[in-house]
């Protein structure tokens, strides 16, 4: 497995393989890896001739009080579980070769980037869509894997890569969950014994939502009452937002049809986490 450093060696790596039609597949990560990512590498090694995991802890995304400075770095163990899920190189860009000193331009999705995550991080999905757009000019990929757990961070690159007329596919893979149903996270790291408890509210609302559903519940207020009612029963947990929306916009739905999306974030003790679930 190579180890690229630099724009101009990535971009080189994926055009000598396109020389050989060789099809190309890009898994964008902050590193940290776990068994999410690992599925993640797996999907673009049985898409894609070649795969590539970018390793980038993108400062752009962050802000001012968030956990920039302690997000997890662990480069060793990084690579060697992408080289046994079956990535062929690592891209591993030092800071100014993403953001060259002066750099004044920026991506930012109007509307979708300012919903769910984006209402409470004003400025995330900016960081998020400026730096997956390098990554995706950078390596001229033909398929891209994203988790479903970041489904809004989906939407607005979905819509990016529409509106900016980018080749890439933008490829969802499914959750991967602890067997306790948790929803696998980088910062899952963060969590005490007993917050790492209460952090299982996130996946239980998540499952009563699916349930009411399946049964033939589709009033949005009704399924937002009891995925609140199972988050309140861990007092210590605090919302950020629990919504009902339709994937593609973000904006809430009345009525759940097949496809909405529901989506939960709360702090558990210092630490934010996400969960969500397709309605079937």
Known sequence: MEILRTVEELRKWSREHRRFSASLGLVPTMGALHAGHGSLIRAAADACARVAVSIFVNPTQFGPNEDFTRYPRTFEADCALAEAEGADAIFAPAL??????????????????????????????????????????????DKAFFGQKDAAQVAILRRMATDLRIGTEIV????????DGLALSSR???????????????????????????????????????AGDV?????????DYIELVEWGTLLPVDVAAPGSLFAVAAKVGATRLIDNALIA
């Open 96 to 141: 100014e070769d993403i953001y060259p000193t002066g750099a004044a331009t920026f991506v930012e999705v109007e509307g979708l980037g300012e919903r769910l995550d984006g209402k409470s991080r004003p400025g995330h999905f900016r960081g998020v869509a400026t730096v997956v757009t390098k990554l995706l000019i950078a390596a001229e990929a």
């Open 172 to 179: 969802v893979c499914p959750i991967v969950r602890e067997a």
């Open 231 to 239: 988050v309140a029963t861990e007092p210590a947990v605090q919302v």
């Open 188 to 226: 899952n790291v963060y969590l005490s014994a007993d917050e790492r408890k209460q952090a299982l509210v996130l996946s239980r609302a998540v499952r009563a939502v699916e349930a009411l559903a399946a049964g033939g519940e589709r009033r949005s207020t009704t399924l937002l009452e009891a």
